[in-house]
């Protein structure tokens, strides 16, 4: 489940995204979602587009992808939706203030003022 500033840093990356795939008159298929978990295992993000000959809500539909691909919705603007799916594996997408964690490094004779040590003024 997104939170909003999560969801709305994704809206902000899918505001540049061209739509990769569509849904045409037939539908949601088997193949149309095999071939949109694939996109969304290397690319994390998908813009999709319903083209107007399918007659669908563009919303149900992108709530029915998500839940038979566990993505996530994350907008629907007219015709097109975005759907997000975390790889756990390669994760491409990394939401601010998730970055990794650095180790610190300590600074040799010096203290935690940024003075030398007693030990570093008798070398």
């Known amino acids: 489940m997104l939170k909003g500033k999560q ?14 795939t569509q849904i045409g008159k037939e ?54 939706f975005t759907v997000y799916k975390k790889n756990l594996e390669e994760p491409k997408i990394v939401f601010p203030g998730h970055e990794q964690a650095k180790a610190k490094v300590k600074a040799e004779d010096v203290t935690k003022k940024g003075k030398p ?3 570093a003024s008798r070398r």
């Open 7 to 20: 969801r709305a840093y994704l809206r902000s990356i899918a505001n540049t995204l061209k739509p990769v």
């Open 27 to 80: 539908g949601v298929t088997e193949s149309f979602l095999e071939q949109l978990d694939d996109m969304l295992r290397t690319r994390e993000i998908v813009k999709v587009t319903i083209l107007e000959n399918a007659g669908l809500d563009t919303k149900e539909t992108a709530n029915a992808v998500c839940e038979a691909l566990r993505a996530e919705f994350v907008q629907a603007i007219g015709f097109k």
């Open 117 to 119: 040590t007693k030990r």
